[in-house]
């Protein structure tokens, strides 16, 4: 079955995480959906770095935690924040492309 992110996860938000990297938090509304995101490793370096066409390598972290049934990624900042050409310098702005996310379950 496929399923539209912005369905399932109640959070879906990008920030600075500090001025040279970018964090992403995807907060899903039920553990059971959680659940079975992380078990087919929906979210994974590969992906994301698809979905941000940048190089794996620029994925400094992925990590799925469980209590808050939510998913981190943190990036290397294409741009430092506030640097000349820099658009968004809070990072607020940068999870647009996990809002068109779509993925199939079995």
């Known amino acids: 079955m496929e399923y539209n992110l912005t369905d399932v996860a109640s959070v879906i938000r990008s920030k600075n995480s500090g001025p040279y990297e970018l964090t992403f938090d995807i907060i899903f509304k039920e553990v059971e959906m959680y659940r079975k995101v992380k078990s087919a490793q929906v979210f994974n370096a590969q992906m994301?770095?698809?979905?941000?066409?940048?190089?794996?390598?620029?994925?400094?972290?992925?990590?799925?935690?469980?209590?808050?049934?939510?998913?981190?990624?943190?990036?290397?900042?294409?741009?430092?924040?506030?640097?000349?050409?820099?658009?968004?310098?809070?990072?607020?702005?940068?999870?647009?492309?996990?809002?068109?996310?779509?993925?199939?379950?079995?």
């Open 48 to 106: 994301f770095a698809h979905l941000y066409h940048i190089p794996e390598s620029q994925i400094i972290n992925l990590v799925h935690f469980d209590p808050a049934k939510a998913v981190k990624i943190t990036i290397v900042r294409p741009i430092p924040s506030g640097a000349l050409g820099e658009t968004d310098v809070y990072g607020a702005q940068q999870h647009a492309p996990l809002m068109k996310m779509k993925f199939t379950l079995s």
